[in-house]
């Protein structure tokens, strides 16, 4: 309880709650003693009763502090940083994070699936349930994750895209491709590496016809080298000089120039893994021993593109 005393030509105001420090302060006007000593008694109470008003900060600060705390330190960084800072350019980003209903991110996904996949909006959706994960359980904010209320989209099938081997010879062919980028072509078709992995190899990486992975997507994994990758890694400047951006525009130039449609270089990779199944006869487990991959489910379903025609000689 308060307490208000005269002391001089002053009014001293004393507040008393129990486990609490007393709080004291002086006024010249007992009006104004009055009111500072009912507001703050009011809100220790409430705050005892764990009803005090919380100042929630907006979801633009949160996200960009995620990124600084928790975003920097992933594997994924890079994409994930891309990912919060397009969200913040997002209308509703500037809402208090208790403001950030159902409603609003139901909004959001039925904006953006008239322009991308499904597969890309539950991406983004992941990140925005990340971020609301966090901020309740490490930052103690008392909100609700909107995103668990809401219907998510279907997800596109995965991409089934396979090189045929007329394409792959127009590929390497190309009299304009630089002998780097021919380079990297054939360890991607050989190995069935993914783009930032391959960019990645350094020369103590290779013992003999082994190759270590120390950074991949989920765990560092080693894998047996063809003779073809050997002698193309022997030959190469390791690592390569070219960064991921100058690759990804010289990839679409050149896709451009030879009419292959749809064509990403992450095909390489399904072309590689369907051809280890085809052609090198491997197992489940040996193409997942080289392809990184723990679940046998999305190695088949996405990587390898079998068709009836391709068994009838192995079954006579």
Same mark, same amino acid.
């Given at each position: 309880?308060?307490?208000?005393?005269?002391?001089?030509?002053?009014?001293?105001?004393?507040?008393?709650? *129990?486990?609490?420090?007393?709080?004291?302060?002086?006024?010249?006007?007992?009006?104004?003693?009055?009111?500072?000593?009912?507001?703050?008694?009011?809100?220790?109470?409430?705050?005892?009763?764990?009803?005090?008003?919380?100042?929630?900060?907006?979801?633009?600060?949160?996200?960009?502090?995620?990124?600084?705390?928790?975003?920097?330190?992933?594997?994924?960084?890079?994409?994930?940083?891309?990912?919060?800072?397009?969200?913040?350019?997002?209308?509703?980003?500037?809402?208090?994070?208790?403001?950030?209903?159902?409603?609003?991110?139901?909004?959001?996904?039925?904006?953006?699936?008239?322009?991308?996949?499904?597969?890309?909006?539950?991406?983004?959706?992941?990140?925005?349930?990340?971020?609301?994960?966090?901020?309740?359980?490490?930052?103690?904010?008392?909100?609700?994750?909107?995103?668990?209320?809401?219907?998510?989209? *279907?997800?596109?099938?995965?991409?089934?895209?396979?090189?045929?081997?007329?394409?792959?010879?127009?590929?390497?062919?190309?009299?304009?491709?630089?002998?780097?980028?021919?380079?990297?072509?054939?360890?991607?078709?050989?190995?069935?590496?993914?783009?930032?992995?391959?960019?990645?190899?350094?020369?103590?990486?290779?013992?003999?016809?082994?190759?270590?992975?120390?950074?991949?997507?989920?765990?560092?994994?080693?894998?047996?080298?063809?003779?073809?990758?050997? *002698?193309?890694?022997?030959?190469?400047?390791?690592?390569?000089?070219?960064?991921?951006?100058?690759?990804?525009?010289?990839?679409?130039?050149?896709?451009?120039?030879?009419?292959?449609?749809?064509?990403?270089?992450?095909?390489?990779?399904?072309?590689?893994?369907?051809?280890?199944?085809?052609?090198?006869?491997?197992?489940?487990?040996?193409?997942?021993?080289?392809?990184?991959?723990?679940?046998?489910?999305?190695?088949?379903?996405?990587?390898?593109?079998?068709?009836?025609?391709?068994?009838?000689?192995?079954?006579?």
């Amino acid at each position: 309880m308060s307490t208000i005393r005269k002391r001089k030509n002053h009014w001293q105001v004393i507040i008393r709650i *129990k486990g609490y420090p007393a709080i004291y302060k002086t006024f010249s006007h007992k009006q104004d003693a009055n009111t500072w000593a009912l507001e703050n008694e009011l809100k220790l109470k409430r705050d005892e009763a764990g009803i005090v008003k919380i100042e929630y900060p907006s979801f633009k600060d949160i996200a960009l502090k995620y990124i600084e705390e928790v975003s920097i330190i992933k594997k994924t960084y890079r994409d994930e940083r891309y990912t919060i800072l397009s969200l913040c350019k997002e209308s509703w980003s500037v809402y208090p994070l208790n403001r950030i209903t159902p409603l609003v991110i139901a909004k959001y996904r039925d904006n953006q699936i008239k322009s991308v996949s499904g597969s890309t909006i539950n991406r983004r959706l992941d990140v925005v349930s990340n971020i609301f994960t966090i901020c309740i359980k490490e930052w103690g904010y008392p909100v609700k994750n909107p995103v668990l209320s809401i219907r998510r989209p *279907k997800k596109t099938e995965p991409r089934s895209r396979v090189l045929t081997q007329e394409e792959v010879l127009r590929l390497l062919s190309d009299n304009t491709l630089s002998i780097e980028v021919r380079q990297i072509i054939i360890v991607a078709l050989e190995t069935g590496m993914r783009k930032s992995e391959i960019l990645s190899i350094k020369r103590e990486h290779i013992k003999n016809n082994l190759l270590y992975i120390p950074v991949a997507k989920t765990k560092s994994r080693t894998i047996p080298l063809t003779r073809l990758a050997q *002698k193309t890694l022997l030959e190469s400047h390791i690592p390569f000089r070219i960064n991921v951006s100058t690759l990804r525009h010289t990839w679409a130039r050149l896709m451009l120039k030879l009419g292959l449609k749809d064509v990403c270089f992450h095909d390489l990779r399904h072309t590689a893994l369907t051809n280890l199944f085809l052609r090198k006869s491997l197992s489940v487990p040996e193409v997942m021993l080289i392809s990184g991959h723990s679940d046998p489910r999305i190695l088949l379903k996405t990587y390898t593109n079998l068709k009836a025609e391709d068994l009838v000689e192995k079954i006579g």
